[in-house]
């Protein structure tokens, strides 16, 4: 099981089935014989279009991307642009970007064997930490990067960035969520499960008031249920930005070391 199965789970037991029947079920299709996944249909209208993105945009994952070897479009006023392949960005897209770091970070880098992912055991970390608080005035960096398209990066530098330039930036989650670990799974499912019953309410409560009727039963008791969700789309976004953003904190091994190293002064 994975972290979306669970979050997908854990709705038979906050709203009623016949609730998430109704709203998400397509029964003209039903009645034509098709084979329709419930499951399928809350993971297609609220977790792949809604929560993913949202989870993405509040962060995914941190990572160093190097940029050796990339051509580069230069324009005037020292505006550099840079297309950047997924295959330097573990084929995710790139969500926000935050600084682009040259000089002689690059020599440690290689020195320390860091591809181009930060993967790395922690002796070669704490080593490549210490030569970076030991340096001069080799690294050199600027946070005047945008990001324009699809892992296009602009950067804004008079001085020509050198082929061992690093772009420091958040890709997006893979699809499964994988590197969330299952201590953080709950923090999941409680946005699936206020982003369903928002879906639920600003789709069906016209509906409802109109009268609508199932197999020629009024839906009165659904209809209670679903003014019950009137507040469900602040819970969620309350969540998003309360919780979500720890939690992807926490569950990123890279950004914590950085984290961690920049307190106690090992790393740049």
């Known amino acids: 099981m994975n972290i979306i199965q669970k ?25 034509q014989g098709l084979a329709i996944s ?8 609220v977790i792949q279009s809604r929560v993913i993105p949202d989870c993405n945009l509040r962060g995914g994952k941190q990572i160093e991307v190097p940029l050796d070897g990339l051509p580069v479009q230069r324009y005037h006023n020292g505006m550099q642009v840079y297309h950047i392949p997924k295959d330097r960005t573990d084929g995710c ?5 935050m600084s682009m770091t040259y000089g002689s970070r690059g020599a440690y880098n290689a ?3 860091r591809g181009y992912q930060t993967h790395q055991s ?5 080593a490549s930490g210490l030569l970076s608080s030991s340096e ?10 945008q990001l324009i398209g699809e892992n296009i990066v602009l950067v804004k530098s008079h001085t020509p960035m050198p082929g061992n330039a690093f772009l420091r930036c958040n890709v997006e989650h893979d ?29 069906k409560r016209v509906m409802l008031d109109q009268g609508f009727l199932h197999g020629g039963v009024n839906l009165g008791a659904i209809g209670d249920f679903v003014d019950g969700y009137s507040d469900a789309n602040e819970l969620y ?5 309360e919780k979500w953003g720890r939690v992807t904190h926490a569950n990123d091994e890279e950004r914590m070391k950085r984290t961690i190293g920049l307190q106690i002064g090992i790393n740049r």
């Open 7 to 31: 979050a997908l789970s854990d709705l038979h037991y906050t709203i009623p089935p016949e609730v998430l029947e109704m709203a998400f079920m397509d029964r003209e299709a039903i009645r």
């Open 38 to 45: 419930l499951e399928h249909r809350i993971r297609e209208k």
């Open 93 to 97: 897209a790139i969500t926000s970007v």
């Open 111 to 113: 020195m320390s064997g």
């Open 122 to 126: 922690d002796l070669m970390g704490a």
């Open 136 to 145: 001069q005035a080799g690294v050199l960096s600027t946070a005047a990067v």
């Open 175 to 203: 699809a499964a969520l994988s590197n969330i670990a299952p201590a953080s799974w709950p923090v999941f499912s409680d946005m699936v499960q206020q982003a369903t019953k928002a879906f639920i309410y600003i789709h």
């Open 237 to 241: 976004q309350e969540i998003l930005r």
